[in-house]
């Protein structure tokens, strides 16, 4: 399976790295050597100093696709979860600066959280979901999926003309403001709506 990310898909988190807000979505990959193993705490990377936490909606492929048509995009998944797209911010900084790939810096080991999913049909409107990250107990990122610049089904329809979905692949759809450093003994825990998605220690 592959994991596809969109960057830059919340306004006011676009403001907060001061970065262009871009004409279509920003695209990126993470293996799935990403994904963080369950039950295990995310141990920071030694080539950071400063990782940060991206809380997103995560949404999962039931359905082999390409070139999918936005208005039957929704047939293309049944489940949406919550997940941390970890990143070397600094290292991140350093690769952008240079114009060069963001890889090392977004899908080392463990960079890919992947929480729990719920079923499609539970929500009324995918379009107004709320989900939240807390660090130790407090709100840190809070939004709703209503702010996305460009929601589900579009990113499927743009995704889709790159890459063949498959079944089992998970598209990170982008994180709001409140990005911060991660630190040893830091318990990060997601929610969408009030159930809760994961609970991450950070070693
Ligand atoms: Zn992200």
Redesign the pocket.
Known sequence: MKII???RNYTDHIAELDSARPESPVVFMKPDSAILLKKHPFVIPDFSNDVHH?V?VLVKISKLGKHIDKKFAHKYYDEIGLGI?F?ARDLQTELKAKGLPWEKAKSFDGAAVLGNFIPKNEFIDLKNINFRLENNGEVVQQANTELMLWDIDTLIEYVSKYFTLKIGDII?T??PKGVARVKADDVLQGYIEDKEMFSIKIK
């Open positions: 990310c969109i960057g991206e997103e797209d990143t990170f982008g994180t």
